[in-house]
């Protein structure tokens, strides 16, 4: 009976001394899981085809304004155009709304506006060569300024008027029509010089589905677009 007594006390003992589960931990301290990163929007195809093959198409990159010199002044941005591709090529750009800009013969020139890739597309790049015009000008800005001053020289002349003694004295005559004509001839070339003269290029980029055949590849297809050209600069006025 004792030894009975003691084992189910010893038993009793055992039971009250078992270790309890330990607590949760707060909902403070509890591990949050870490948002995943948006999914990367699909790249698009793009042609890039120009009228001229010597045409490089370039991307806005970067803008940086300009420190003003006077209160007074216009606010001024400098523009940092990156290459995508000289001449006809083939890239792929993310869907969205570009800042674009035209290159030849060392001038870049940016498109106006802002040009919207929401899919494959095909650009159609046109570069507004106005040389001949800025030439043209000048031309005649020289030529008319020269000649209307020569006319207006000329139509100021100097004559003797004699009396019936043998008298003379000088009098300055002035021809009208040659004057006048002389003085339209220098304002009209003047004007119209400077008009040519500072006449700027333009850029026009149209865009145009793509349409993919089976991704054939056909013959003069466009070659793949490189950026291993210098970066260009434009500077741009915005009022």
Not at 21 to 28: E, L, N, Q
Not at 182 to 202: C, H, K, M, P
């Amino acid at each position: 009976m004792l030894a009975a007594t003691g084992l189910a006390a010893r038993s009793a003992a055992a039971q009250q001394l078992e270790p309890l589960p330990a607590p949760p931990p707060p909902a403070s301290l509890a591990p949050v899981p870490s948002p995943s990163p948006p999914p990367h929007p699909p790249l698009n195809e793009v042609r890039f085809e120009p009228e001229e093959p010597d045409v490089t198409l370039l991307r806005l990159s970067e803008t940086a304004q300009v420190e003003r010199t006077f209160s007074s002044d216009y606010e001024r941005w400098y523009a940092l155009y990156s290459p995508v591709c000289h001449g006809p090529c083939s890239t792929r750009l993310e869907p969205g709304a570009y800042r674009l800009a035209l290159a030849k013969g060392g001038r870049i020139v940016p498109v106006r506006g802002a040009v919207d890739l929401r899919g494959p597309a095909t650009l159609r790049g046109e570069y507004i060569d106005r040389s001949v015009l800025r030439a043209t000008g000048l031309i005649i800005g020289v030529a008319g300024t020269v000649g209307g001053f020569i006319m207006v020289v000329a139509a100021a002349q100097n004559g003797a008027v004699c009396d019936a003694n043998g008298i003379c004295v000088s009098r300055g005559m002035t021809d009208g029509p040659l004057l006048a004509g002389g003085i339209a001839l220098l304002v009209a070339s003047v004007v119209t010089g400077s008009i040519l003269t500072f006449q700027q290029d333009g850029a026009r980029v149209t865009v145009e589905p793509l349409v993919l055949w089976g991704r054939a590849t056909r013959e003069g297809a466009p070659a793949a677009c490189g950026a291993s050209q210098p970066e260009g600069a434009a500077f741009a006025l915005h009022f």
